[in-house]
């Protein structure tokens, strides 16, 4: 039976409690000793994830909470807006929530977001859980307490830093996540090895196969190994006033390919993209060498990570880069890779460095080196 436990401290101090788990029976006794049976529990999910998991979380929950109310909204991106939240308030205020209350977020990263943000907002504040199913909320969103919403056609726009009482994985639920949203997710996991940890970033090369079968110890290594560098970034920078910017390795371009796409690519798929290219324009600096660029790009292709989409313009994405949240006094905060597992903050990357990128032949061709 697995049960990992991370602690995730501030100042010194334990803040929350990342458990990474194979089954929901535990939540009821990692919620019992916040005196859950004296408050409302609210189930905050979306239609998608509602159909897998939530009667069987919301049976756990009822065992250590006397009321528990259910939130249900549309699932997607489209949805994580000020709208739902509206919506979420006032249903909250309908069933007569108050301080002491908690909100249970059940979801990928778009419910998790959303719940955040009610939560750090409804009577400037109450209690929230995530409990994170798709893999990038499990390795990324849920960590961290970044939270917010989409404001008109601006990504993350509106938003609190907020953190979580709990962080509560269940990576059995990775099992029915789709291809896509699977592979996107590891795009992440990727990201992390490759700017933080060798090691890591080595095992995941190793165990493509079985990360690709989704099988249970894999994923069980691969959730906690990625929670594990998350959580070493966001402890050293809660506010992302700096080293937490290394998280944005692959973010800048994958940001741009995003909005260009309309987002008919998923965040993941871009990061994984735009990890390509950070690490072509680390080559081209001889940070990292042929080889080591040749293996980053066949990781990606070997987890089917698209192509850059040939549609687009390079002029294009590196136009749309000037309106990266990253830009401070008119120059990028660029993350490129110094060595295979060590990322670094680069302010001297100029438009036409971003643009001689694209010129590189694996930028745009399917099987990168000679995989
Ligand atoms: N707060 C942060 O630090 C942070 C970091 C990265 C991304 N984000 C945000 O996270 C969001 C993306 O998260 P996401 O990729 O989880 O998106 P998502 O929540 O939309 O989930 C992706 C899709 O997977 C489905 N799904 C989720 N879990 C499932 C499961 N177990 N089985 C089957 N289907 C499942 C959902 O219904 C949805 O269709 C974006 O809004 C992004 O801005 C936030
Ligand atoms: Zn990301």
Redo the contacts with the bound molecule.
Sequence with gaps: MLEKRLEVKADGKKVYDIIIRDTFEGLAKELAPFGTEERKLCIVT?R??SS?YLNEVQEILEKVSARVDIFIFQ???AS?NLDTVSQLYRYLIQHEYDRKDMLVAL???????LTGFAAATYLRGIDFVQVP??L??QV??SI?G??GVDFQCY??MVGAFYMPKLVYININ??K???ER?FH??LGEVIKHGLIRDKEYYNWIRENKEAIAEREPEAMAVMVEGSCRIKRAVVEEDPKEQGIRALLNFGHTFGHSIEKLMNFRL???ECVGIGCILAASMSRKRNYISREEYDDIVRIFRYFDFPELPAELKCEEIVRETRHDKKMEHGSIKFILLKAVGEAAICRDVTEEEMLEVFEEPDSRTKSGGQA
């Design positions: 979306e998608n994830v897998y699932e997607g991106e994580k979801g990928g990263g778009v419910v998790g977001d199913t798709s990038l909320s990324d969103s961290g970044k939270t990504k993350n639920t990775l029915t996540l789709s949203e996107s997710g998923t965040h993941g």
